[in-house]
């Protein structure tokens, strides 16, 4: 794994497999986040299941997505569903914002 990408467990430790998932699954999302990013997921067994929370965090912003279910993977595909969701909001307004800044200089100067 990624040394930018950092998973932690709490109450449990995932089977081979899961932790196989979880790890492509993490690297996705840290390869689709912008390029200064390091990413933080935590897994905890509650009483009624797993829950997880995200964070990728990067000069550009933090980007947070938080799922519960009933196990490791269902829980990681809730996660990638809601952070891709918000970084690709975040791409497609990324250089609109600078194209304006950019106008917005130009027609002061």
Known sequence: ?????KCFYKNFSPDADSRI??????????????????LDLA??????????HCRIASLTGVFT???AGDNVRQVIDRIYRKIH??????????FINEN??????????
């Open 65 to 67: 997505a938080e799922a």
């Open 21 to 38: 998932y979880i790890k492509k699954v993490a690297n996705e999302m840290f390869y689709e986040a912008p390029s200064d990013s390091w």
């Open 85 to 94: 969701s918000q970084l690709c909001s975040w791409k497609s307004h990324r």
């Open 43 to 52: 897994f905890e067994r509650c009483a009624n299941g797993i829950k997880a």
């Open 100 to 109: 304006l800044n950019d106008f917005e200089r130009n027609l002061a100067s």
């Open 1 to 5: 794994m990624n040394r930018d990408v």
